[in-house]
């Protein structure tokens, strides 16, 4: 049984029995604001009477196969993807969806866990006119080895978004990235290589890096502040990074587990920090 929580006429949450395999959105609702898709749904039906979906409703959803519209011309299942009509909003993808998959011209949103554990998934291209990218879309693809990041509009990228795709190898961050997500990287242990091209980041965040065990060498652009706690803990294989003299502020235990890592920097405060906890460090 799944019980939901609306509050005119709009899905604020669920409460999903254990073992329940299909959630069916009761007609009268407008709006779906959040959902939290239990391990156990295998099907999601919506009716005609939904008009508005949330970027962010749908959470999680690991074992997803089916996505069904009842007499509802505001959105679209194509391709095992639920779209908005004008198909400029990808909400949710069926978790069985395999191999490669390009994003149609018209998509300018991601939503959040639009295509989290997709585990079958090994390709994605992301159109270029994409402008928004949610939290955790692509999280524990574990077969995803490439995809790109679009370089025409300004996005941020959100905490978590390809964390565990643990056999993607390479990824550039393009010039338009205006900021990193905590645990953005989080577990990509065969992610090798990391251009960053963007001068905007300010900040990277807590674990942004973190358990990225076969990473050798990454460059920052100047321009960053400020590295927050454990962002490259456990980088096993990390041997070079280049920081800006911008940096003037560095967190706890931001290298941890990394034993031969030499850091790259005219920062008279990156030099300090080197000294005091006994890392490596040279001129640019």
């Known amino acids: 049984m799944v019980k939901f929580k609306i509050i005119n006429n709009t899905i604020y949450d669920a409460n999903i029995s254990k073992g329940e395999k299909i959630i069916e959105i009761p007609n009268g609702v407008l709006r779906i604001k959040k959902i939290y898709i239990t391990r156990d749904i295998e099907k999601i039906i919506i009716p005609k009477s939904v008009e508005i979906i949330d970027l962010d409703a749908f959470e999680y959803a690991i074992n997803l196969r089916e996505i069904i519209l009842i007499d509802n011309d505001n959105f679209i299942v194509e391709k095992k993807c639920l779209y908005n009509n004008k198909k400029t909003i990808i ?15 018209q998509v300018r949103y991601i939503s959040a866990y639009a295509f989290a554990h997709c585990s079958f998934l090994k390709s994605i291209k992301l159109n270029q006119n994409i402008k928004y990218i949610g939290a955790f879309a692509f999280i524990e693809c574990f077969n995803l080895i490439k995809i790109n990041i679009p370089t025409i509009n300004e996005i941020n990228l959100h905490e978590a978004t ?48 973190a358990y990225c065990e076969r990473l050798l060498n990454i460059d920052f652009k100047e321009g960053i502040k400020e ?15 280049s920081l800006p003299k911008s940096v003037n502020k560095i967190g706890l235990d931001v290298f941890l587990d990394v034993e031969n890592v030499t850091i790259k920097s005219e920062s008279s405060f990156v030099k300090d920090y080197c000294i005091n906890n006994k890392i490596s460090c040279i001129n640019y």
């Open 162 to 209: 390809f964390e565990g795709c643990n056999s993607l190898k390479e990824i550039v961050i393009p010039k338009n990235i205006k900021s990193l997500g905590k645990c953005l990287f989080y577990e990509c242990d065969s992610l090798e290589r990391i251009i960053i091209e963007t001068n905007q980041i300010k900040i990277i965040p807590f674990q942004c890096f």
């Open 227 to 241: 590295i927050k706690e454990n962002a490259f803990m456990g980088c096993k294989s990390l041997e070079r990074i």
């Open 91 to 105: 909400y949710l993808a069926e978790r069985d969806i395999t191999n490669s998959f390009n994003t149609p011209s």
